[in-house]
Antibody
Framework: EVQLVESGGGLVQPGGSLRLSCAAS????????MTWVRQAPGKGLEWVANIKEDGSEKYYVDSVKGRFTISRDNAKNSLYLQMNSLRDEDTAVYYC????????WGQGTMVTVSS | DIVMTQTPLSSPVTLGQPASISCRSSQSLVHSDGNTYLSWLQQRPGQPPRLLIY???NRFSGVPDRFSGSGAGTDFTLKISRVEAEDVGVYYCMQATQFPYTFGQGTKLEIK
């Protein structure tokens, strides 16, 4: 059974940093692109970033470029999102998903940026 | 960036009746590889999104056959042949043809 479990969310002050993790099981991570998507409270979905199977290609939405870094460790079956210089508008539930077409989703982890 | 526009934003439907959601993209979603990377996702209240349809018209594993996707180029439609109570939620279209990937605003399906 495919499972994706996000962790690392929490409350952080503006300007702070957080590192999100996504533990994958039930499939071979190295065979799939991976995606981060976020959802602000009461709002719609926003694509955040993608990473190729071997990590050689990474893409970001403009609003996080230069602040967020997507990475992966296929040996550890894990996907990461390093978030720096956090802003109020980054407050959201962050989901990891398998594939560019988001075939499977995790339950999400909440990130709250507030002073 | 490709803008995805869904209509309607809210759809009250009677149980057992059909429902239809439209999604229009600001540019063609035909990829250079010939595929159209248009997906439909369902988000039930309090749940993460779930993939229903991928590459425009392919139903994902386990998705009931009352859900169908169609369209081409810039105009796409999700149809539910007979709405059931479990179909309540928000439906999103998403394009994965060109970075940055983008979602529609969401359509809330509710029972009359």
């Amino acid at each position: 059974e495919v499972q994706l479990v996000e962790s690392g969310g929490g409350l952080v002050q503006p300007g702070g940093s957080l590192r999100l993790s996504c533990a994958a099981s039930g499939f071979t991570l190295s065979n799939h692109w991976m995606t981060w998507v976020r959802q602000a409270p009461g709002k719609g979905l926003e694509w955040v970033a993608n990473i190729k199977e071997d990590g050689s290609e990474k893409y970001y939405v403009d609003s996080v470029k230069g602040r967020f870094t997507i990475s992966r460790d296929n040996a550890k079956n894990s996907l990461y999102l390093q978030m720096n210089s956090l802003r109020d508008e980054d407050t959201a539930v962050y989901y990891c998903a398998r594939g560019r077409q988001t075939v499977y989703w995790g339950q999400g982890t909440m990130v709250t940026v507030s002073s | 960036d490709i803008v995805m526009t869904q209509t309607p934003l809210s759809s009250p439907v009677t149980l057992g009746q059909p429902a239809s959601i439209s999604c229009r993209s600001s540019q063609s979603l035909v990829h250079s590889d010939g595929n159209t990377y248009l997906s439909w996702l369902q988000q039930r209240p309090g749940q993460p999104p779930r993939l229903l349809i991928y590459k425009n018209s392919n139903r994902f594993s386990g998705v009931p056959d009352r859900f169908s996707g169609s369209g081409a180029g810039t105009d796409f439609t999700l149809k539910i042949s007979r709405v059931e109570a479990e179909d309540v939620g928000v439906y999103y279209c998403m394009q994965a043809t060109q970075f940055p990937y983008t979602f529609g605003q969401g359509t809330k399906l509710e029972i009359k």
